[in-house]
């Protein structure tokens, strides 16, 4: 799964405006200054580059069943959505 | 300058194809939301909306006007036409020489887009209809409302998303005032419910998937409607002069922008329309018995709107009456602020207070009276109607109850 983190690495470097190698596992989108905007951008670019579907509405993000809370947390998640698609 | 009254009302939404079906159903809390169908709908993530049902526009239009009228213009004239009769003016003569009309839209022909695009991109026609453009463009519905009436005065569409209708309604409303025009049509219309009309909106996750359910902590996002409302502005000694029913007086309005962020709203924005409306109405806060909400039913909107309203009002704000119809008729989009004020011309006419529906459980970020769930009988003098758009746009309109006889000259 190591091409998932380097994707997803790519897909948030992309939003923060930096290089996918100063994208820490443990930062939150806040810590990289991604906001409500940069977010479903984010999403949409998993969902297309994964082709899954991220379940996000933006009125009640602590609802979500998606962990956005660090990179890695996004990593797991789309990982889990991808076996959930294969199985 | 001179004082502006409301001498007509017409419209067309999810809740009746009328005035007075309009006001029953608001008196009534009735709900006009529910499962959208247009072709390709499974495709859709929210299959949801305030859709108009039973729009038969062959009893309207012949075949000729149809092929220029895109949806929203074909509102928009049914809406015209119901102000007009009711007002009881002719255009005909000098008096077409001095009206015109001014309508809000955010998207225009929306569906006469979608179905251009589907014939060149999915069919792979290389041939569309001949009258593409003159449907689709958002002056199509001024336009036609002008040719039906023989409005000769100025008339143009303002297009600023979700307050659109209100800044068209505010600046007829100036028209008038300052006597560029004895009369003028204003309201919005709008009709973007097809298949990439709501798939557009779909991304930016904030449209709930169930119901709309303004400042209700259980809220979770907004809920599209369609339709029109188009009322006649008049000045005041003009329509006093013909005996003209009178339904209420535009004495304000205010618009500014919040220069931040083209998304989120911002309190101070708000509250600054919401305030320069009362100053241009000369209305001191505590008259003010009822305000409009806009009341979207996203988490971000409402607890902004109730802030900045408390804001401007102070303790007054614990004594007003604040509802979203919004979960009744749907967000029209450039269509809302028009359809929205038929619930302030309730309250100043009739005293009864369109409630807020889908209620269920109280949110402290929006600790005001938001007459939840049932209408509420409460005599109002002073109204105000919001709207707060994408881009930071606000605008506020501020009406007052007609009384004959009434001690302001």
Redesign the interface.
Request: hydrophobic share 60%.
């Given at each position: 799964m190591a091409d998932v983190t380097q994707r997803i690495r790519e897909i948030i470097a992309e939003q923060a405006l930096r290089q996918p190698d100063e994208i820490a596992l443990d930062a939150g989108l806040g810590d990289l200054g991604i906001d409500?905007?940069g977010l479903?951008e984010a999403?949409?670019a998993i969902e297309e580059t994964f082709n899954i579907?991220v379940p996000?509405?933006?009125?009640?993000p602590g609802?979500s069943d998606f962990d956005f809370s660090s990179v890695g947390a996004i990593v797991r998640a789309v990982e889990g959505l991808i076996a959930a698609r294969a199985a | 300058m001179g004082r502006v009254v409301i001498t007509g009302a017409g419209t067309v939404n999810a809740l009746a194809q009328d005035v007075a079906g309009t006001w029953a159903a608001m008196h009534q809390g009735q709900c006009g939301i529910g499962p959208l169908d247009f072709r390709d709908v499974e495709r859709l993530a929210v299959q949801i909306g305030a859709q108009v049902r039973d729009w038969n526009p062959e009893t309207h239009f012949n075949r000729q006007q149809l092929s220029l009228y895109d949806r929203f213009t074909q509102f928009a004239l049914v809406a015209a036409r119901q102000a007009v009769a009711q007002s009881g003016l002719n255009f005909d003569g000098r008096m077409g020489l001095t009206a015109g009309v001014v309508l809000g839209t955010a998207g225009g022909g929306v569906n006469t887009w979608d179905d251009s695009y589907r014939t060149v991109y999915e069919e792979a026609k290389n041939r569309v209809h001949p009258l593409v453009v003159p449907r689709l463009m958002n002056n199509a519905a001024p336009a036609h409302i002008s040719m039906e009436f023989n409005l000769r005065g100025p008339s143009f569409s303002v297009s600023t998303a979700c307050a659109s209708s209100n800044h068209a309604m505010g600046l007829a409303y100036q028209m008038v005032k300052r006597g560029q025009a004895k009369a003028m049509l204003a309201g919005g219309a709008e009709a973007m419910l097809c298949f990439g009309g709501v798939k557009a909106w779909e991304g930016l996750r904030v449209m709930s998937r169930d119901a709309c359910r303004p400042f209700s902590l259980t809220r979770n996002g907004m809920v599209m409607g369609e339709g029109a409302a188009v009322y006649v502005f008049e000045d005041l000694k003009h329509a006093r002069a013909r005996g003209a029913e009178i339904l209420c007086e535009i004495s304000g309005f205010s618009m500014n922008s919040d220069a931040s962020d083209i998304v989120m709203p911002s309190r101070a924005g708000a509250a600054r329309a919401i305030a320069g409306a009362l100053a241009d109405a000369k209305m001191k806060p505590d008259e003010v018995g009822y305000i409009n909400a806009h009341g979207t039913g996203t988490a971000a909107n409402d607890k902004t709107e109730c802030a900045a309203i408390a804001d401007v009002f102070g303790p007054h704000a614990d004594h007003l009456l604040v509802s979203s119809t919004k979960a009744m008729h749907g967000h029209l989009i450039g269509a809302t602020g028009a359809v929205e004020l038929l619930a302030v011309i309730l309250a100043l006419r009739d005293g009864v207070i369109a409630p807020t529906i889908g209620y269920q459980e109280p949110d402290p970020e929006c600790a005001l009276d938001v007459v939840p769930n049932t209408a509420r009988q409460a005599p109002i003098k002073a109204a105000l109607s919001n709207a707060f758009a994408f881009g930071g746009m606000n605008a506020v309109l501020a009406l007052r109850k007609h009384e004959e006889n009434a001690a302001n000259p």
């Open positions: 409500s905007l479903v999403i949409f579907a996000f509405n933006a009125n009640e609802k | -």
